[in-house]
């Protein structure tokens, strides 16, 4: 019973991590990702596919991806985890 009581105690502040993984984006892209951050210079995420958040994000941890504002992106992807990752595609992407 207390391992039980553990786990799910784990899984949900897991789940919580994730949830908050698109906090440090608010900022720039908006709640729901509806902006084009710093004055029109990146895409509006909100009409991306999960796919394509999945592979931007990974391609700015790679140094691979990005336009004008990579520099700044990849950054802001170092400390996310592919969990973090998929967790912003699921919430922001098509």
């Known amino acids: 019973m207390k391992k039980s009581i553990v786990l799910l ?3 949900g502040l897991s ?3 994730m949830a908050d993984a698109y906090q440090k984006c608010v900022v720039c892209h908006g709640k729901t990702g509806e902006k ?3 004055g029109g210079k990146s895409k509006v995420i909100k ?3 999960k796919a ?3 592979a931007a994000m990974k391609g700015y941890q790679a140094g691979t991806y ?3 504002m990579k520099a700044m992106m ?3 992807s170092k400390g996310l985890s592919e969990a973090d990752i998929n967790a912003i595609a699921e919430q922001i992407g098509k």
Do not use: F, K, Y
């Open 36 to 38: 084009a951050a710093l």
């Open 74 to 76: 990849v950054e802001h």
């Open 47 to 49: 009409d991306m596919s």
């Open 9 to 11: 105690a784990i899984l």
């Open 52 to 54: 394509d958040i999945v």
């Open 15 to 17: 789940s919580l991590a």
């Open 66 to 68: 990005g336009g004008a």
